[in-house]
Structure formats: structure tokens, C-alpha cells
């Protein structure tokens, strides 16, 4: 973080400026009387590429993402790429209310997310574009909060952000920030992992409790005026799924389910792949707290976004030695086996209820809206 | 969860169920009223276990799906208002009115927002004290108290600018009038377990002996509805035709006085058209007229749309039990729950979305007297 | 229609002229009205809708409906009641 705390506070709030303006002048130590508003927040010059814009950059930015590329100071980052193997490109923008929930921030979401995309894929991830879109007003302090985050969570996930871009837009046009993330990994030969990657017989393997991060950010929201024992699990799985590489060949498909929740990712596998799925409900791990919550607002599980976690079909003859090193792992520790796939080319998901009945478990329709029937 | 986990146990509803099959001699049609009992029947399967002389019809029992399509289209009148706020529950978002619904009224710029309790509604009136706040209060019996407290509320702490637009509905009249029509083939009842919790089920004893059906209040869990559908099948096996109350942890037979006690210095019996059905005589509650100050309908001027109902759309038959969602030519077609028809298709209790996330169950077969399975 | 969900008071107190409680609900807490069931206190277990307490569970009762399961596992059939 750049040293910005030396200048005086300036009022934040009309009402406050006239206070001020109404204390008695002390002449004795007169100071510049112009409110210094403008080194607090975010205004549009920050976005017109002048000297306000390279001075953030340079200050904030590049002092807290700092790596070779960067101080280049280029338009575009040069690159050795490090093996041989194929390249995997993923992009996702980020927009979430409120900015800061516990056990995260949208910075570290930005990051965490599009490095999960690629490992998911099998490919190691390298760099990082992030473009800004900062609304007007935005205080710099809460951008200052989200860009060491997003810092953190890099050198977490061993990456580097090496290119990046800020606009600015007017007051009320962009929810306080948006972020937008390319991630550029490789993926080393003899890796095949796809959603159409899925077989008859393969076993589904979760890696922890399902729908902490979509309950936390909701609680946070406040709107719905509920608290829950529960953090996001927004964290990086690049580590993890390495881990599970290192377990030796058999992963056939791997995804990460966020918007959707388990079940529309696990009905876009069995779509790609051709195949039906059937999960058992005695099996599919949820925090108390999380099951409590849906409970009270008539949620499923099954549909709420997780920001941590990662699904991945296994063959039969793998799927012990995967859970084992998911295990080992601290963002595994509570990964579980919770279904198969089976033949039959009707590309469903299926529910195995704790009664031994069956049921079709279908994808997110539409928004998922707390409901009093 | 407790009180809700102990009424989950796979060996408690397989025992129910098998007593459910000794008990059984011939076909009986059994009503569940409530859609939550229909979305739970659908989401455990719960008919699965049930033997092929039980048939489970689905009754009204949902309030989103009844809400008059005239007061649809009045709610989407008054929430395009630039003055309005509209609070309204989860459920009712995505109904369809005449060719549009709140989502889209929202993406329009209008201002709609989700509650989860109708206090909740208050607050927003008194955080925006240059916004009328208009609350759609829909709901059977188990949600007028809360409904009512609103405006109460609203008159004690003396905000101007809150209203209701109100379409509650009762569930006694809906029982008459399913029962009294010649083409009824419902032989017994499970009554609404939240419901009678307010109400009590002082008010089925004149139906069991005038239509000779028994009736049973039954909660929701899986243990309950079983036991539920237990219940009726031992008194029709008996030819009795009784109240009985198998949710007796929530439910008494005088109900919840205070409860009805608001209700009924809030809101007066008139008469109710449900959609899909009808006008039902006296199966509505509409407020007072001294609390008209509250009424929406008549602090906003909303000419009377004409409204459209889709032709395809047998919501009505489904709603009475004579149909099942995929009888439908529509079901699933024309009509998903992305761009519904009907009512039925839009709320988590609807039938027809019931039938549409958890898979197309297929059409039963009634047995005819004389089979045995 | 009626999701209603078995929550635990964990405390009580006033607000804008209404008794209002925290409701755990096994790590899920939402502030509810309990207007509506005046005997309810601190460890009551009360059927929550709509951020409102609208019955009291009766512990009495349940334990009754766990004895009728028994039955019906023990002797296949239970007595009419």
C-alpha cells in the first residue's frame, strides 16, 4: 500500500463543510482552507488516462501488484511462455454486493475465481489482466482495501498480474466496481480434463461443504435481515488440484460450481458429456449453519454459489488415491464421494434421497428468491 | 435441525409407509391442500413409497398460483409508478400478469423489492419516508397475521406513505367448493399443517360431516405427511369421516387466538376469484373499512386492464385436483418455468413447477375398485 | 403454501412497540415478532413464518408422535386413536 495518509481530513458531507465553515478562523495557524476531498475518492479524471490516472496507477496499482511486467510500464505485457503444452485462456468479470463480506471481497473473488477456472481445466495458471471500472465517489480507501486483497490472493494462487486497466464511471453507473479478469495458464501434455470428459461408471467427488459463499454474501447483503455462522470459501484451488494430479491419472472432468451451485454445473457435465448422474443426498456435505439458512428462506443447497470449492469426475479405479491427496490438502479436508455416473444417455442429474427415492434435480431456472410457500 | 431432522429418518417414513400398505384394501383419492406439502411430496419422493391404490391429487393450496390475474396486473401498475416502491415476497416475482411480470417491470426501471417479512416492508416505508411503499400482502390464513401486524404497524408508528394490496385467500371455502363440484373425486384430506396452526381446525368438523370425507392436518416433514396420508387411509378403510390432527406439535384444535384475533380486526370475509377457478363466495379477506387508508387499491388509481389469461393454460383443473401438470398440452413446451403461462409453473409450491424441477413423474393410472396391486 | 420452520428464542426484547426475539435456528438467526405467541420465552422452540413466531412447539406432542413411530415399527399397525 502507497503512503497516502498524511493529508488533513476533509469534511465528507455538505453538512459537514458548513460546520466548518462556521468554526472561528484561527489565524495563528492558518492552513489551505480547500477541502481535500479529491484524494479521498475516486472522480472521473482518475479515468482519463492524464496524470490523476498514472499517479494511481503508479501508487496504488503498481506499487501493490509490483512484478517485472508491470514496471515495463508497456501497453501490453511481454512474455516468456514457461512449457510446452497447450495454453488455457478464462475470463469473468465480477460484480457483488456488498464488496466485503466475511471471508472475502470481491479483489480476492476477481482473482481466486478465474485462477479456478483454469485449474479446472488441468492447466497451471501463470497471469492475470484486471481491468477497473470504478464508479465515481468510490473512496480510495475501499479500493486500496480490494487491490491488496486481490495482491494477496495472487501471491496465494502464485500468479502475477502483469496487465490491467482503469475507467472511471459517473456517479451511480457502476455499483462502486467492477472488475474484469483474464487468466492465462498452460496445461501440461498428457492433461485431458473437460466437461465432456465424463464415463459411465466414474465416481463424483466434491471437495468440502457446499453453498457457504452464497449464504455468507446474502447475509452480508443485509436485505434479508438474517445471520449465519458461515464464511465464504472464496480461496484458490490451483494447489488443490495439483495435489490431485500428483494422485496419479483418472481425473476426467473437473469444474468449479459457482453461480448455479452444484447442480447446474453437474447438469452442464452430464449435458457435454452425454451422461446421467445420480448424486446421494445422505452424502452431500453442508455446514449446519448453511442447511439452517436455506431452510429459513426455502433455498436448496444444491443451487447456492460456492467460491471455493471444486467437483471432479474420477474413474472408478482412481477415485480412492484423488479423495486420499484432496484430503491431504487443507482446501480438502472434507472431500467426499457423493455419486457416479451412470449409463443412460438422457443427460440428467438425479437425486438419490435419503429415502431411497428418486428424484430429477434440474438446473438453476431464473433467480433464486427467498419464498414464503 | 431440531424438530426438523427427527422428521426426516428413512426408518421412520419406511415404517409409515409399510403400515400404509397393510392398511390398504382398495383405490382412495387423497388431497394434499398445501403446495408446500406438494413440493415436499415431490422433492422426497414421498409418492414413490406410497402404494398404486393411493392416488395424490394437489390442491390450491398455493397462493401465489391463485392470486387473481386482475390483481396481478394491479400490482404491475402500481410498481411501474416512479413514486412506488413494491415490497413484495419472493414468490410472486415471477408470476406471469397480461404479458409481463415484476422482474420485468424492475428491468423497466420500476422499483420492486424482495421481503421476507412484511415488517420488513414497514422499514423500508420508514427509511423512505418520500416513497409510497406499497406491500403485496397475499397469502392464506397462515400469513394474514403477519400481514395484519403490518399495518398496524404502520398506523402506530403514523406513516403516510404505506400501504397494502391485499389477496388473501381462505382455505375452508376452496375445501366446499372442491367437494361440492359434481365432477370431485377427492375422498380424504390432508389440511395445511401452517394453516391450522393460526386457525386451528375447528372450522373442518361441519366439512367431514357434510361431505363425509375425513380430514386430516398434517405438517410437512416427510414423517408427517406420511403419517398424514396414514391417518386418512385407516379412517377411510374405516368409513370414518373425521378432523383429525396428526401435527399436533404446531397445531391445536382452538388455534392461535391472538392470531385470529388480529385477523379479524384487519380483514373482512368478500368474495374471492381465484385463478384458474373462479369466484369462490366468501373465500377472501379484504381489510376493513376502517383501515382503508392502508388499501393501495384505492390510494392509486389503477384502471382495470383487461385481463389475458393463455388459452393453453389449465392451471384451474390442476388446481382442483381433476388435472395433473402433465396432462398438459403446455407442460413443458410452451410452458417452462422460465417463461410460464401460469401460475402453477412459477411458484416453488405450483404443481406444475413442483412436477417440472423434480422430474416429469408419470401419469398414474387410478385402480379401479376390485384391483389389488 | 406456509414454509414455517422450528426456530429456538435465544433472546427477547422490544422494539418500535412489539416484543421481538432472536430466533437461532441451528446457525441461522433472524430477529422475529412474537406477538402472536405472548408465552414464549427465552429456550421456547417457536413455528416461524414469515419473520413471525405463529405456534409454540410442544415438546409433549412430539415425544407423542416418536411413541406412535415406535408402535408402528414394533407392532406394524397403530390403535385408532
Known sequence: MSGRSSAPPGPSSPGDAASTRQAQPDLANLSCPLPLTHAHQIMLGHGSGGRLTHDLVRHLFLSTFDNPALRQGDDAARLEIPSAGRLAVSTDSHIVSPLFFPGGDIGRLAVCGTVNDLAVMGAVPHWIAAGFILEEGLSLETLERVVASMGAAAAEAKVVIVAGDTKVAERGKADGIFIHTTGVGTIPPGRDVSGAGARPGDVILISGTLGDHGMAVLAARGGLAFAVDVESDVAPLNGLVEAMFAAGNGIHAMRDPTRGGLATTLNEIAGQSEVSIRLDEERLPVRPAVAAACEVLGFDPLYVANEGKLVAVVSPEAADGVLAAMRSHPLGREACRIGEVEAGAESRVHLRTRLGTRRVVDMLSGEMLPRIC | ?373 | MCLGVPGKIVEVHDANGLRMATADFGGARREVCLSYTPEAGVGSYVLVHVGFAISVISEDEARETQSLLEEIGALGEVSPR
Request: net charge neutral.
Open chain 2, 1 to 373: 435441525m431440531k424438530f426438523v431432522d427427527e422428521y426426516r429418518r428413512a426408518k421412520d417414513v419406511h415404517a409409515l409407509a409399510a403400515a400404509v400398505r397393510r392398511a390398504v384394501t382398495r383405490p382412495w383419492v387423497i388431497m394434499e391442500i398445501c403446495g408446500g406439502q406438494t413440493h415436499a411430496i415431490v422433492r422426497h419422493g414421498l409418492d414413490q413409497l406410497l402404494p398404486p391404490q393411493i392416488e395424490l391429487v394437489h390442491g390450491p393450496g398455493c397462493p401465489v398460483c391463485v392470486t387473481p390475474l386482475e390483481l396481478v396486473d394491479k400490482a404491475l401498475a402500481i410498481a411501474s409508478r416512479a413514486e412506488v416502491i413494491f415490497a413484495s415476497y419472493g414468490d410472486m416475482l415471477r408470476v406471469p400478469g397480461s404479458g409481463r411480470d415484476l422482474f420485468s417491470v424492475r428491468a423497466a426501471g420500476g422499483e420492486v423489492r424482495v421481503v421476507y417479512s412484511p415488517l420488513d416492508a414497514v422499514r423500508l416505508a420508514q427509511d423512505n419516508p418520500d416513497r409510497q411503499v406499497v406491500f403485496f400482502a397475499i397469502g392464506f390464513e397462515t400469513t394474514a397475521p403477519a400481514n395484519a401486524m403490518s399495518v398496524w404497524q404502520a398506523k402506530r408508528l403514523g406513516l403516510r406513505n404505506f400501504s397494502l394490496l391485499v389477496s388473501h385467500v381462505r382455505v375452508p371455502p376452496a375445501m366446499h367448493a372442491i367437494l361440492g363440484a359434481p365432477e370431485n373425486r377427492v375422498q380424504g384430506f390432508l389440511a395445511a399443517g401452517h394453516v391450522c396452526a393460526v386457525m386451528g381446525y375447528h372450522e373442518y368438523p361441519p366439512l367431514t360431516d357434510r361431505y363425509h370425507v375425513p380430514i386430516v392436518v398434517t405438517g410437512f416433514e416427510p414423517v408427517d405427511i406420511m403419517q398424514g396420508i396414514y391417518r386418512a387411509v385407516v379412517q377411510l378403510e374405516r368409513g370414518a369421516a373425521e378432523a383429525e390432527n396428526a401435527y399436533g406439535r404446531a397445531v391445536t384444535f382452538e388455534g392461535n387466538l391472538p392470531a385470529q384475533d388480529l385477523i379479524h380486526r384487519t380483514f373482512e370475509d368478500c368474495d374471492r376469484a381465484w385463478r384458474g377457478i373462479g369466484v369462490i363466495p366468501q373465500s377472501g379477506w379484504r381489510l376493513r373499512p376502517g383501515l382503508a387508508e392502508f388499501d393501495a387499491e384505492r390510494r392509486f388509481d389503477v384502471e382495470s386492464i383487461q385481463p389475458a389469461e393463455s388459452p393453453l393454460c389449465m392451471a384451474g383443473k390442476i388446481l382442483q385436483g381433476l388435472a395433473k401438470p402433465n396432462d398438459c398440452t403446455a407442460f413443458a413446451t410452451a410452458c417452462t418455468p422460465e417463461q410460464p403461462l401460469g401460475a402453477t409453473m412459477v411458484s416453488g409450491e405450483g404443481a406444475c413447477a413442483a412436477y417440472y424441477r423434480y422430474g416429469r413423474l408419470p401419469v398414474r393410472v387410478p385402480l379401479s375398485e376390485g384391483d389389488i396391486a
